[in-house]
C-alpha cells in the first residue's frame, strides 16, 4: 500500500519499467488477520548508485550481470560473499536458512545475492549492513547449496 503524501512524493519514480527502492513496513492488516506491506519510502535505483565499486552492465535481453573488475575494487578491500539463487529452484525456505546462516557468522564481508527470474533476467541484490559476515570455511560450508 502507497498512501498519497509517499506516492505524491515519488510519482517522478513510479514509471513504467523504473527499477525502485522499497522501503516497506509490514503490518497486519486487522480486519482480514493478513500481512500488508505499507510504504515508507520510494527511491530510485539507477546503474550509478548501486554500488560503486561494482560496475553493472545491462544486455539488449534485459540481463543484469556484475563484472567485478579489480581496478575498481579497493586493493584492501574484504572480498564479497556471492550467492545464487534462481527461480522455480529456490523459494522462501532458501531465503530464511540463507538468513539463518549469515546471522550466525557476523563479521565484516558483504554478500550479494544474484537472482535470476523465470525469463533468465539476473539482478544483484547487496544485503544490508546487519548481513555483514565472517568468511571463513564454515560459513562457506553452509552456504554451498548457493554458492559457485
Known amino acids: 500500500m502507497v498512501w498519497s503524501e509517499v506516492f505524491v512524493k515519488s510519482t517522478e519514480v513510479l514509471q513504467t519499467g523504473a527499477v525502485i527502492e522499497l522501503l516497506a513496513k ?21 546503474k550509478s548508485t548501486v554500488d560503486s565499486n561494482v560496475h553493472v552492465e545491462e544486455s539488449y535481453a534485459g540481463n543484469s550481470t556484475v563484472d567485478h573488475n579489480d581496478s575498481l575494487r579497493n586493493k584492501n578491500r574484504k572480498s564479497d560473499i556471492n550467492v545464487y539463487l534462481k527461480n522455480g529452484v529456490h523459494d522462501s525456505s532458501d531465503l530464511h536458512k540463507i538468513r ?29 549492513p546487519r548481513y555483514l559476515v565472517n568468511d571463513c570455511e564454515n560459513l562457506r560450508t553452509e552456504l554451498s547449496n548457493w554458492m559457485r
Open 100 to 128: 539463518d546462516i549469515l546471522m550466525a557468522h557476523p563479521g565484516e564481508n558483504v554478500v550479494r545475492i544474484q537472482y535470476t527470474t523465470s525469463d533468465g533476467s539476473k539482478v544483484w541484490l547487496k544485503a544490508g
Open 26 to 46: 509490514v503490518e497486519l492488516d486487522s480486519r482480514t488477520e493478513t500481512k500488508r506491506l505499507t510504504a515508507e519510502k520510494i527511491t530510485p535505483i539507477n
